[in-house]
């Protein structure tokens, strides 16, 4: 028999609480974070969930989008966040990340949702003028070089100026074809990209579960518990 489901979770006073990571997609809990200054790493957060929320100080989040982004409050501690975007809107995306300023390293479990749109010419790049990406390391999860996904990524690629790696995890069949891996080099744009001396990485997804890099924290203790070697 299980025992009884938790719906709200208030954290009111953590001086101390470096690392707050959710492994539920489908749960109905609402976490509430009024103080903690040293919270350093944030995951998982599912977009497409629309009955967990995440209040963090006086901002609330339905997965991945805010509420109200005028109550929105910065939080300066964060540095690495793990996501799960299923429509991978860049606007809710982007508009995620503007709540970390300090934002270094950042996992996004993509998607192969169909039909959606990432043209981002004029609006994006006003947007970028006021939103200084200090990402240092991204990490594309099951990436398979579908529009939305590549639309997606070359934001980043053409905007993230201190970028200094980006890796895409990529399943073990277009991981083999060398082909394939030639033409999303063209296709990104990675030769194109604003960070100079940044490294572009094709990795074998050796699980059989694509969302084991978001879902599974591989040691609690490290500063990046979502960081994989695979």
């Given at each position: 028999m299980s025992g009884p489901t938790i719906e709200e979770l208030i954290i009111e006073d953590a001086p101390i609480l470096e690392r707050l990571i959710s492994f539920e997609r489908y749960s109905r809990l609402h976490i509430s974070v009024i103080s903690a200054p040293k919270l350093e790493t944030l995951?998982?957060?599912?977009?497409?969930?629309?009955?967990?929320?995440?209040t963090l100080g006086s901002t609330t989040f339905l997965g991945i989008c805010s509420i109200d982004m005028r109550a929105m409050v910065p939080m300066h501690t964060v540095k690495v966040l793990s996501v799960f975007p299923l429509s991978l809107c860049l606007d809710d995306v982007l508009n995620f990340i503007r709540c970390f300023p300090c934002l270094e390293k950042l996992y996004i479990q993509l998607s192969c949702a169909q039909g959606h749109k990432n043209q981002w010419p004029r609006k994006h790049r006003n947007?970028?003028?006021s939103l200084d990406?200090?990402?240092?390391?991204?990490?594309?999860?099951?990436?398979?070089g579908a529009a939305e996904q590549s639309e997606f990524v070359t934001f980043f690629v053409e905007n993230a100026r201190m970028l200094e790696s980006m890796r895409f995890v990529v399943p073990s069949y277009f991981y083999h074809d060398k082909n394939w891996i030639r033409s999303q080099n063209r296709q990104l744009k990675l030769d194109k990209s604003s960070s100079r001396g940044v490294s572009f990485t094709f990795t074998e997804?050796?699980?059989?579960?694509?969302?084991?890099?978001?879902l599974r924290a591989s040691d609690l203790s490290a500063a990046d518990p979502f960081h994989c070697n695979c």
């Open positions: 995951g998982c957060i599912f977009e497409n969930n629309d009955k967990t929320m995440l947007l970028i003028k990406l200090c990402l240092k390391t991204i990490v594309m999860i099951n990436y398979q997804n050796k699980f059989h579960h694509n969302m084991i890099h978001v």
